[in-house]
């Protein structure tokens, strides 16, 4: 097991030419897209000729204010947008990712993300879920589900299969104290990672960086052991505002001797 892709998250929606020119797998992140003013129809239209390159959707997440919808029915939203109208299987798509963020939502974290694992096993699609940064330092230390332990243990006690966990590095490395190698790598974290974000960050920031920018080769290193031990093959995907930058991650993961970094797409 643990023999992982790499691909891109292709923010720089205009283009997205290049990005699927550059990488095998593509993310495509419904937030960013909403800020470029796309709509999902425009969106599926922009992509529909890249279907060989397409891995993944990153869902928005609530509030949606005109439609009185918050949080992860935000998310469901779009799943369903996806998923009902057979856009899943015309793009051959099955992984999506998104996350939860306020106080309120956290209360009740594992309700809805019980919520979302029963419309993903309706579907038979995979939802990871992504750990968020934590600037204001909040967390209640691993209690907290932003944290990717404490997601992980989560899912551990959920214990859907079409629930998983996104590992965003940038947003791990950005809440202090979890950067040595025994608080990557637990049992849940091997069993539950899906997905990952891969950037690079200083502590109390989120700054989506290059990989190998701002921390130390060892925690780079921490990141490929848990992939390489994980339960799941998954895709890492480079995760940047800007194509360059993700392009100088697959360098610097090349130059880090990942498993697989050339190979082919999965699908
Ligand atoms: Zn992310």
Not at 22 to 45: H, N, R, T, Y
Not at 199 to 213: C, M
């Amino acid at each position: 097991m643990g023999s992982w892709k790499f691909g891109a998250s292709a923010k720089e929606f205009e283009r997205f030419e290049e990005y699927a020119r550059q990488f095998d797998l593509l993310e495509v992140d419904l937030e960013k897209a909403e800020k470029l003013g796309f709509d999902l129809p425009a969106v599926v239209e922009m992509i529909r000729p890249f279907e060989n390159r397409l891995y993944s959707i990153h869902l928005r997440y609530g509030p949606d204010k005109e439609a009185g919808l918050d949080g992860i029915d935000v998310s469901l939203r779009d799943l369903e947008f996806f998923c009902q109208s057979g856009l899943t299987d015309e793009l051959r798509i099955s992984t999506f990712v998104t996350h939860t963020d306020s106080p309120r939502e956290y209360r009740e974290f594992e309700h809805h993300l019980a919520r979302l694992g029963a419309a993903a096993a309706q579907y038979g699609v995979t939802v990871a879920v992504e750990n968020l940064s934590d600037r204001k330092n909040k967390t209640n230390g691993y209690m907290d589900p932003r944290n990717p332990r404490k997601l992980a243990e989560v899912l551990d006690v959920l214990r859907n299969p079409h629930l998983g966990l996104c590992l965003d590095t940038g947003h791990a490395i950005g809440n202090a104290g979890l950067t040595d190698s025994l608080q990557w790598d637990t049992d849940a974290m091997r069993r539950w990672i899906r997905h990952v974000h891969y950037n690079d960050n200083v502590i109390r920031e989120d700054k989506h960086l290059p990989l190998g920018e701002a921390t130390n080769p060892l925690l780079i290193g921490n990141v490929k052991y848990l992939l390489e031990n994980s339960v799941h093959d998954g895709v890492a995907i480079f995760e940047h505002k800007k194509l360059d930058f993700a392009l100088q991650s697959m360098a610097y993961a090349q130059t880090a001797g990942y498993r697989g970094i050339a190979a082919a797409p999965i699908k």
